[in-house]
């Protein structure tokens, strides 16, 4: 059930910010709502992939609608 939640996760960044820019948010940024970690570093810690959306949404100001 995981590898599902996941892989629907990397759809949502992909489609909101394309694959590239996605790939590097996921990999380079800090969110504090995850703690100071990156989207990476909160997945392999076992953060749930709905919480680390929730936290990419808030820091962009992704719209509620393709939130």
């Keep these: 059930m995981a590898a599902v939640r996941l892989t629907h996760f990397r759809a ?6 394309g694959s590239v820019r996605a ?4 990999r380079d940024h800090f969110f504090a709502d ?3 970690r990156t ?3 909160a997945l392999d810690a ?6 680390v ?3 990419v ?3 962009f ?3 509620a609608e393709r939130r």
């Design 53 to 55: 959306w929730r936290a």
């Design 46 to 51: 076992g953060v749930d992939p709905k919480d």
């Design 23 to 26: 790939a590097s948010l996921a």
């Design 57 to 59: 949404c808030e820091a």
């Design 39 to 41: 989207v990476e570093q």
């Design 12 to 17: 949502l960044m992909a489609d909101e910010f």
């Design 34 to 36: 995850l703690d100071g």
């Design 61 to 63: 100001e992704v719209p």
